[in-house]
Every structure is written in C-alpha cells, then in structure tokens.
C-alpha cells in the first residue's frame, strides 16, 4: 500500500508539478490548503477555490477545513512587517502553516507531510526544509524534504497551470506582499 503524504499547498498552481513528483516517488498525496497569510479575504478565497480544479484535474483529495486564522497569523508576523520578501516575516509565515500541517497529519494518521512552497524560486528550499526539520521532529512525524522547483518544476507547474486554467496570483500573500508589488 503507498504511504501517505499531506502536502501544504499553499496554491493551485504550485499543488499541480509538486503533487506529480510525490506519485512519482510511490506517495498517496492528500492536500491540505492552510494559507491564513493570504490578503484581502477575496484573494484567499479566490485561491482556496482553484483547489476544486485540482481536485478534478488530478483526482486528489484535498483538505481545507480550517478557519481562515488571519489574526492569529499577524500576531505571528506582523514583528517583521517591514521585512523584505524572504526575510524573517517569511520564516515565521513558513513555520505556520508546516506547523499547522504537521497537526492536521497527526490527526488524521499520516506519517509524511511536505510542503509545496519550494516550488517558488523566490523561496529557500534549504531554510523551508530546515524548519520542516525541525518541525517533523517536535511532532515525531516525517518531514519530507523537497526542492520542487529542480528540473524545470516551476516552468512545469506553469504549464500544468495553463492546461487546467488555473489562477495565478502575481503577488506571494500577505499584505505586506501585496503592497511590495503595488510599489513596482
Ligand atoms: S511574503 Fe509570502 S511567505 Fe513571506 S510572509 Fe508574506 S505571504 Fe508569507
């Protein structure tokens, strides 16, 4: 029987390369959409919905009953609001949501879990899976590592992403994101 992986998707197009390369490695993939950072609201709900086209598309099962934690989550980040993309802000918004993965999976009895944030190349893979380290072992579950975007999975996942119609976004998340963007 294939071992199962819950995957942190943080988007629709990002699930699509990274869902094909953990059944290439044998894994039952379930997503999980657990993205609070996402702003305004709209935009979170606009991304959570592309989910439904995975579904279909790639015939997986995905997971998405969770509040939409938006306050929790400026708790959280808003010490380095004024961080550039990548900075410390992004190192606590990535530990949310593995964290929050991480749970989900010992819920539900799954012993892998990875995240589809190493997709982005304007993401750290290294530091992503280091904190998906860390957090695998605080929960005594399999923290899968991953750098989705080798050998042309970013360019891939666009491809899928326009065979299925997916949405995509042109800012990362957060406000503070999105007000980057507005300024270029
Ligand atoms: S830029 Fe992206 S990863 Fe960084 S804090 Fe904002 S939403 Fe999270």
Not at 56 to 80: A, G, L, S
Not at 136 to 141: A, N
């Amino acid at each position: 029987m294939k071992e199962k992986i819950l995957l942190h998707t943080c988007c629709a197009p990002d699930a699509t390369h990274s869902i094909n390369v953990l059944r290439e490695r044998n894994f039952f993939v379930i997503t999980f959409f657990y993205n609070p950072n996402i702003h305004p609201e709209e935009e979170y709900i606009k991304r959570k919905n592309e989910m439904e086209k995975i579904k279909k598309f790639m015939e997986v099962e995905n997971i998405d009953d969770v509040t939409y934690d938006k306050d929790r989550w400026h708790q959280i980040c808003d010490i380095y609001a004024n961080e550039k993309e990548g900075g410390k802000r992004c190192e606590l918004c990535f530990r949310m949501r593995i964290e929050e993965t991480a749970k989900k999976a010992k819920e539900k009895n799954i012993n892998y879990i990875a995240t589809t944030l190493t997709i982005s190349p304007h993401k750290n893979a290294e530091l992503i899976n280091k904190i998906g380290d860390e957090i695998g072992k605080k929960y005594s579950i399999n923290y899968l590592p991953t750098n989705f975007k080798k050998q042309d999975g970013f360019k891939k996942s666009i491809e899928l992403s326009k065979k299925f119609g997916l949405y995509r976004q042109n800012y990362c998340g957060c406000i503070y994101s999105l007000n980057m963007r507005k300024l270029k």
